[in-house]
Nanobody, 123 residues
């Protein structure tokens, strides 16, 4: 089917930067909107940033001006560039994508999630 694989998480000091990547693979006809969510311990999963197939973007207020989402459609990949990181950015970051996949001779649009990548920002 379709898999989303994230990479790029890690441990960084406050004020530092990280870039997350999310690659979609499988029987893909088209990758539609892509997004990054995060979930901190004991908290609900929240939207961080999203990008449409036409490159329109939307950000959570808490990351505006610090994070940038962009995509490479040829590689079915989305990125999240995170600058000026703060301890409160610590969370597991998940990639989400709407994908139209080949199902036999037909197509089906579904939503997929990656397995998550840990981002830890030390003070």
């Amino acid at each position: 089917q379709v898999q989303l694989v994230e990479s790029g998480g890690g441990l960084v000091q406050a004020g530092g930067s990280l870039r997350l990547s999310c690659v979609a693979s499988g029987r893909i006809f088209r990758v539609n909107a892509m997004a990054w969510y995060r979930q901190a311990p004991g908290q609900q999963r929240e939207l961080v940033a999203e990008i449409s197939s036409g490159d329109s973007t939307n950000y959570a207020d808490s990351v505006k001006g610090r994070f940038t989402i962009f995509r490479d459609n040829a590689r079915n990949t989305a990125y999240l560039q995170m600058n000026s990181l703060k301890p409160e950015d610590t969370a597991v970051y998940y990639c989400n994508a709407g994908v139209t996949a080949y199902i036999g001779l037909n197509y089906r649009a579904s939503e997929y999630w990656g397995q998550g990548t840990q981002v830890t920002v030390s003070s």
